[in-house]
């Protein structure tokens, strides 16, 4: 692969007050199973063919139990901020307030104090899909009360670290939760019931709403509050009717997007629901659309459609982002073509960088004043480079790094109001139902030996974090 055109660093610097992190999630990495209640993940993780491999997170990167190491490592990196997520289970074993653990309490504060100390902001996200398993006994998300269960444990949360803690999400990708999760049955719990999903989405985001004015009335002066959501441009081919495209983006991106920064849904998309909208009482779009901080972005790459030939929707054309319309009356479940003009990473995802500046300069013209400031809260591409006397060299993953950090400097060029970055991921991780087969850490993990150890792209994003510039890649 040859490199890109050299650039001058003034145009590869990025502002030098922009945040630089990397990201992980609890259930992705943590393990120490026996040091908390049971989640959806663990469960789903134990259905047959759920997980390729039958994998399941009990250990992953044991990082519980390797937090002092692996604070080491991401002060090495020169990291400034860590997002990470806090297992609710973890810490509410039923995940009410009547079961809190001060153990798992006990480990968020030591993890907490040693990235403190070694100068990095941590950024905790609340929910990042690993419900417990209590809670989707009484019906998870799709029971309305899910929506204050959470904001219960928000503001338990802002209690007890908010004097150290001041930047928090409070979800994370809410659309995969619900329709992964509920529609396409690829995520826990495994669902196939579309409607589910609808009502997912929304009591997610009511709990979004409820869990900001919990954490704002126990530190009324200091938080810092987001949402982390997963947009992404939508397009069609020619087999596709275009008013489809305009329903998968309005469940995909303007129904999440919509109510947390205008405060109310879209309603052409409330109007394809149908019945199934009935889930959203008079009074919940104020509750979402309440003071919002900041936004995080999640960008992995466009979505492209077609309508499947007969036969052909078999396990292995299955997409990751699957939109299944919420249009009761649809007749075909859309799905992801393989598109052979664009070049794909390790998991098949198209590189499309094209599309992440496309997609932050219509967060501009959609939203205008009411937009807030915006961090990229993952970006970054699996791929498993051999490793060779010790050393990994995943330049696919800096040509990615590359290519998407180049288009977010052109939109921020472009008004963009992007304020940091983090790169998915620090570490190889449980990737959900890919189980541990795709890797997207910037540090490789041997899940065997738990031994760490960081590719090239490591010591490349070390550089751009000291020098804010992009570091131009070498030909291999
Ligand atoms: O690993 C996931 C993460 O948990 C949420 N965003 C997408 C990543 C890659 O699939």
Same mark, same amino acid.
């Given at each position: ?21 990397? *990201? ?51 002060? !090495? ?8 997520? @806090? ?8 995940? #009410? ?7 798992? @309490? ?62 928090? *999400? ?117 509750? @979402? ?16 459609? #077609? ?21 009761? #009356? ?7 073509? *393989? ?45 498993? !480079? ?8 995943? #330049? ?45 850490? @910037? ?14 792209? *490591? ?18």
């Amino acid at each position: 692969m040859s490199s890109p055109a050299q650039s001058s660093p003034a145009q590869s610097r990025f502002p030098s007050d922009f945040l630089w992190g990397a *990201a992980t999630s609890s259930h992705q990495i943590e393990g120490d199973r026996s040091g908390r209640s049971g989640n959806i993940w663990d469960s789903f993780s134990r259905v047959p063919g759920a997980v390729v491999n039958g994998d399941h997170a009990d250990v992953a990167c044991d990082h519980l139990w390797l937090m002092e190491r692996d604070v080491q490592i991401m002060s !090495d990196l020169g990291l400034q901020a860590y997002r990470l997520s @806090i297992s609710w289970p973890r810490i509410l074993a039923d995940g #009410t307030l009547s079961s809190r653990s001060p153990l798992g @309490i006990g480990q968020y504060h030591r993890l907490f104090e040693l990235l403190l100390a070694a100068g990095i902001e941590p950024v905790p996200t609340l929910f990042h899909w690993d419900l417990p398993q209590a809670l989707e006994a009484r019906g998870g998300f799709r029971n309305r009360d899910c929506a204050w269960w959470f904001a219960d444990y928000a503001g338990l949360m802002a209690q007890e670290f908010g004097d150290v803690i001041t930047r928090w *999400a409070t979800l994370n990708e809410p659309w995969c939760h619900a329709y992964l999760g509920h529609a396409s049955g690829e995520h826990a719990p495994g669902m196939s019931d579309p409607q589910a999903a609808v009502a997912v989405a929304h009591h997610q985001l009511l709990g979004h709403g409820l869990a900001l004015t919990a954490m704002r009335a126990e530190r009324p002066e200091t938080l810092q509050l987001g949402v982390v959501v997963n947009p992404a441009p939508v397009h069609g081919d020619a087999a596709i009717d275009p008013d489809l495209i305009r329903r998968i983006d309005g469940t995909l991106n303007r129904w999440f997007l919509d109510p947390v920064l205008l405060g109310r849904y879209p309603a052409d998309v409330l109007d394809d629901m149908g019945p199934w909208a009935s889930c959203v009482q008079p009074g919940d779009e104020e509750i @979402i659309g309440q003071r919002l901080d900041w936004l995080g972005i999640n960008y992995y790459n466009d979505h492209f459609f #077609t309508i499947p030939e007969t036969g052909t929707t078999g396990p292995e054309r299955t997409p990751h982002i699957t939109a299944p319309s919420a249009r009761p #009356t649809l007749p075909a479940r859309p799905t992801l073509p *393989a598109r052979p003009t664009l070049p794909v990473t390790g998991i098949g995802w198209p590189i499309t960088p094209e599309g992440f500046a496309a997609f932050l300069r219509r967060m501009v013209i959609d939203y205008g004043d009411a937009l807030v400031p915006l961090y990229i809260t993952e970006n970054g591409a699996a791929y498993d !480079d051999p490793m060779i006397d010790g050393r990994i060299d995943d #330049t696919r993953r800096m040509e990615y790094y590359d290519a998407h950090l180049r288009a977010l400097l052109s939109s921020i060029g472009d008004g963009v109001p992007v304020r940091g970055y983090f790169a998915w991921s620090l570490f190889d991780n449980f990737e959900w139902a890919h189980g541990f087969g795709q890797r997207f850490g @910037i540090v490789h993990v041997d899940f065997d030996t738990l031994a760490r150890t960081p590719r090239a792209s *490591a010591g490349w994003y070390h550089d751009l974090i000291a020098t804010s510039v992009i570091p131009e890649l070498t030909a291999s």
